[in-house]
């Protein structure tokens, strides 16, 4: 594989792991804290180009725009003090076009490192559209969020037990690629494996999917630790009432993702008194936390608010949309029964910049370039 990599890609590769690099095994506590402590505070956003409306988009041949992932990650940094970035992938650009797509992440990882950004990648996604498609994709359904998103392996893929090996040939082939890769900050498994689809998709999940997915997620864990990356590994949580150890209400998928997780990561959009109590469920893990996404104003859950709290706990905060764009999470979830055609909301759901880089709150992005650069002992209580 290694002969088409870039130079760059293949110095960094050739680098030998850290010193605590795990030998096939889950991280312990005192690795998983060893690697934070390393880190600055995390600081970002999900991310995908403004002009791309999904992941498929971003990274395809045709429509890959490294000026805007420049111009873009150029703000992140410059105008919010942001230090990383998720980033969502996908298992068909990987079969389309293993060497392609590989090369296409190495630049992306370039520019973002020019940036000061080390982005997390995610693998897989049980959100959206469950029917995803290589090529041309349509054009954003007006005044509906994240109208043309799609899920990671399709449905239709997922139930069939044939496609593992394309599965494990895509995880490896991706962690393999990067495992030793500085820029490349962790990986993000899957995302909310327990999600039946969202917006008008939530009954058209196949018969077994949920099964599959439970069988395959410890299999993805392994596999990707089998590379022996030199990065966390992670799946985050998002639904239910209790996250604490033993918890009845836990899911299904839960103690995979909690149990193979060296950093606990998790999703919360609700008011700061509910985010302050998710903290304390997960912080009886004894792991460090990262919140990969957060951020929904109608519901609560606001800069001003959620991100001091984070910085005072010392929590690595990546919220959801960064550039007002294709993927419209401007606007809120109702949109898909709803969709804002006639008048937008008067306050926008997520995202952080128009679309010619001007903050949608100045006061927000003064926030976060304060908090990025504020040591944790000073952050007041509130």
């Not at 859950?301 to 910085?311: C, G, H, K, Q």
């Amino acid at each position: 594989m290694r002969k088409w990599l870039s130079p760059l890609l293949a110095t960094l590769l050739a680098v030998a792991p850290m010193a605590h690099a795990n030998d096939g095994a889950r991280w312990t506590p005192a690795e998983a804290d060893a690697w934070y402590a390393k880190q600055e505070w995390l600081v970002g956003a999900n991310y995908t180009t403004s002009n791309a409306i999904n992941q498929l988009e971003m990274f395809q041949a045709d429509t890959f725009d490294p000026e805007a992932i420049d111009r873009e990650l150029g703000w992140a940094h410059e105008q919010f003090g942001m230090n990383t970035m998720r980033v969502y992938l996908h298992d068909l650009l990987w079969q389309q076009d293993p060497q392609g797509f590989i090369k296409r992440v190495d630049t992306f990882l370039s520019i973002a490192e020019k940036h000061g950004i080390r982005p997390m990648l995610v693998l897989f996604d049980s959100c959206w559209d469950p029917d995803p498609k290589l090529g041309p994709q349509h054009r954003p359904i007006p005044g509906v969020h994240n109208s043309g998103w799609v899920q990671s392996p399709s449905r239709h893929m997922l139930v069939d037990p044939a496609n593992d090996k394309h599965f494990r040939e895509y995880v490896e082939g991706v962690v393999g690629a990067f495992a030793n890769d500085k820029r490349v900050l962790a990986w993000d498994l899957w995302n909310e494996p327990d999600n039946p689809g969202g917006g008008n998709y939530m009954d058209k999940q196949l018969k077994g999917e949920q099964e599959r997915i439970a069988e395959l997620l410890p299999q993805i864990f392994d596999w990707a630790r089998a590379k022996k990356p030199t990065q966390p590994l992670t799946s985050g949580v998002w639904i239910g009432d209790d996250w604490s150890p033993g918890a009845a209400s836990l899911t299904s998928f839960q103690p995979t993702q909690l149990g193979c997780s060296g950093e606990v990561t998790f999703h919360n959009y609700e008011q700061p008194e509910a985010f302050v109590s998710r903290v304390a469920q997960l912080k009886k893990y004894g792991r460090p936390l990262i919140c990969t996404e957060w951020l929904a104003r109608g519901a609560g859950s606001n800069v001003d608010t959620i991100l001091p709290i984070a910085r005072r706990e010392n929590i690595g905060m990546i919220n959801w949309g960064f550039v007002d764009g294709a993927i419209q999470t401007r606007f809120p979830w109702d949109s898909w029964q709803r969709p804002y055609t006639m008048e937008p909301p008067t306050v926008w759901f997520h995202d952080l910049l128009k679309a010619d880089g001007t903050p949608y709150r100045a006061r927000e992005a003064e926030l976060f370039r304060k908090l990025a650069k504020t040591p944790r002992k000073s952050v007041p209580a509130f």
